[in-house]
């Protein structure tokens, strides 16, 4: 991941690394954008928004002493409590760099909500991160599908290669379904 056109703000915002969330100030811009939840006077990034961010150099992270945090420390601390982290921000940095308001459902399954507008109204999509490779079960497409279903969203799988190639499938309703 290299540095790109970033989410558009106008300087670094500092945030403080606190558990699993970077607190930042409230910015109307970025939740405008679709980043964090808001707490208070302040908002939540989930570490996948924190490193996307970071990575950009929209965001500088330090802890509650002061001192600063890599963009490497913030990964390693995603993938300790979610083996699929780096799968998730290959996906969710894609999604974003292609102007797509994507957010990061928290919990052990692998999936990002994505809003898009367009003419119509708006596009709503449930993406499944999947590693190439990895197998998964008949259940656990069944409960993606189910997911999807209940949100109105339409499904999609994103296939993330070796090489962090990413391949998107989109997953329709057949005859009788």
């Known amino acids: 991941m290299a540095g790109g056109e970033g989410c558009g703000v106008s300087e670094a915002i500092r945030g403080v690394l606190k558990g699993e969330h970077v607190e930042i100030p409230y910015s109307a811009e970025l939740v405008e954008k679709g980043y964090g939840e808001v707490e208070g006077e302040n908002l ?8 996307y961010l970071l990575d950009r150099g929209d965001l500088m992270v330090v802890d509650s002493g002061g001192k600063r945090i890599s963009f490497e420390e913030i990964v390693t601390l995603g993938a300790k409590t979610d083996p699929d982290f780096w799968v998730k921000l290959l ?3 894609d999604l974003r760099s292609r102007g797509l308001q994507a957010k990061v459902i928290s919990g052990s399954q692998p999936i990002i909500v994505v809003d898009r507008k ?3 109204g708006e596009k709503r999509y449930l993406v499944v991160c999947l590693e190439e490779g990895k197998r998964i079960g008949f ?10 279903l209940e ?4 499904l999609v799988t994103a296939i993330v290669d070796k090489e962090g190639n990413i391949s998107y499938y989109k997953v329709d309703k057949v005859i009788g379904v």
């Open 91 to 93: 996906v969710y940095s």
């Open 151 to 154: 949100a109105r969203r339409e």
């Open 44 to 51: 939540l990034l989930n570490l996948c928004e924190a490193a």
């Open 118 to 120: 367009t003419r119509e």
């Open 139 to 148: 259940r656990e497409v069944e409960v993606f599908i189910r997911r999807a």
